[in-house]
């Protein structure tokens, strides 16, 4: 395993220390990138391991703005839902029944 310590700075404050490495697996040592990771509201960063040699380095940073806008977009997808599906608490309007006519007129010559 492959590790580096790198610090995150905002300006001149220190904001986060990050840890990506490089794992190896199985007998042909079979490289698996971990990425460092720093989230907050406004934006992730992830730091990953590409490239080293000796004393040297290579490192990518990905910088992802307003990924947490999906998750509370997907919150408030499902509080709609669960809003639109909630039943009403008025009651069914009643079926009136209409009065019955008893003195029905059928045509001429109709029953006879």
Known sequence: MLVVD???FRGDR???HLRPRRDFFGANSSPMTIAGQHSTAETDIYVLLTFWEGDQVTLRVYNNPLVNFVWWGSLVLVLGTAIAVYPNAEKAPEKRKRPVN???QHPAG???
């Open 110 to 112: 109709a029953g006879d």
């Open 6 to 8: 790198v610090s995150l």
């Open 14 to 16: 220190l904001v986060d």
């Open 102 to 104: 008893k003195w029905v």
